[in-house]
Each structure stands twice: as structure tokens, then as C-alpha cells.
């Protein structure tokens, strides 16, 4: 897992690169770096071109199943320190002292689970929102092909 995630931002970097001396050159280095013209690809390259860089879409990670949001919702960092305080407070309150008092302790894990609850409401809403812009959006590019222009939705 961590090497494809190594993978993932070594790729990342060297396409932040590429965009950087993409953007500092002038265009006659661009036509012949992406073996193109002032009068675009022809329909054969396409789909090399599709294959080489992928499709301009957003993509939605697909990881955002409801364990996974729990999961998220419960461990973040203000949920830790709770969990700190909590096993601080159950030593220093009920186990050591021999009056115990529960009441410090129900209410730093109260406040636990109402935070992981609005975290995980949050996360929720936000995905689901994120879904349906994502199925609002269509890419249409006006594209030069053998020297036509025409219309593409991608």
C-alpha cells in the first residue's frame, strides 16, 4: 500500500513538473513535445493521446464507503486528544481513586462520539454532494482534428 501511494505522489510531482515547464515554454516546443500542430491531431492519434494521458475527468475516490467514513470520523485529532484525555481521566478518576467519579469521563466520551458523529455527517453529505455536481458536469472541448474543427464531450 505504501509503495503505491510512494508511486502515486512520485507521479504526481513529475506531472506538476511537466505542467510547470509546460507553461513556462513557448509554443512551438509544446507542438513538438505533444507531436502536434497549429492544426491539431489527426483521428488515428487520438486514442494514442487517450491512452498516453488519460481522459480530462475528475475522478471520485471510490474509497468512501460508510466503514471508511466512520473509520475517518472517529480517528482525526481532536478525536485522539479526546482519547487521551480519556484514558487520562479514566485512570486519574475511576480506576486510582478509591471515591470514583464517572462523571468527567462520560462526558469526554460523550463529546467523542458527538464529534465523530458530525464528522461522519459532514463527510457524508459532502460525497454525496460531490456525486451529484459530478454527474452535473459536461466537459465539451472544441478540438481541431486533420485540420477540421469539431466538437467533443468527454
Known amino acids: 500500500m505504501k509503495i503505491k501511494?510512494?508511486?502515486?505522489?512520485?507521479?504526481?510531482?513529475?506531472?506538476?513538473?511537466?505542467?510547470?515547464?509546460?507553461?513556462?515554454s513557448n509554443i512551438q516546443n509544446l507542438y513538438v513535445e505533444y507531436k502536434t500542430t497549429n492544426e491539431g491531431i489527426s483521428i488515428v492519434d487520438v486514442?494514442?493521446?487517450?491512452?498516453?494521458?488519460?481522459?480530462?475527468?475528475?475522478?471520485?475516490k471510490n474509497n468512501n464507503t460508510i466503514?471508511?467514513?466512520?473509520k475517518?470520523?472517529?480517528?482525526?485529532p481532536f478525536n485522539m486528544v479526546l482519547?487521551?484525555?480519556?484514558?487520562?481521566?479514566?485512570?486519574t478518576d475511576i480506576i486510582i481513586?478509591?471515591?470514583?467519579?464517572?462523571?468527567?469521563?462520560?462526558?469526554?466520551?460523550?463529546?467523542?462520539?458527538v464529534s465523530a458523529i458530525i464528522s461522519f455527517t459532514q463527510q457524508t453529505k459532502s460525497d454525496n454532494a460531490a456525486k451529484k455536481l459530478k454527474n452535473m458536469i459536461t466537459n465539451k472541448v472544441d478540438v481541431i482534428r486533420d485540420?477540421?474543427?469539431?466538437?467533443?464531450i468527454i
Open 67 to 70: 466503514l471508511h467514513n466512520l
Open 5 to 24: 501511494k510512494t508511486e502515486a505522489i512520485q507521479k504526481q510531482k513529475a506531472i506538476e513538473v511537466k505542467l510547470k515547464n509546460a507553461s513556462s
Open 47 to 60: 486514442d494514442d493521446k487517450l491512452e498516453e494521458y488519460g481522459k480530462n475527468a475528475i475522478q471520485l
Open 97 to 113: 481513586p478509591a471515591k470514583k467519579d464517572f462523571a468527567t469521563f462520560i462526558l469526554i466520551i460523550f463529546t467523542l462520539f
Open 147 to 152: 485540420g477540421v474543427p469539431c466538437c467533443r
Open 83 to 91: 482519547i487521551i484525555v480519556a484514558i487520562v481521566t479514566l485512570f
Open 72 to 76: 475517518e470520523a472517529f480517528i482525526n
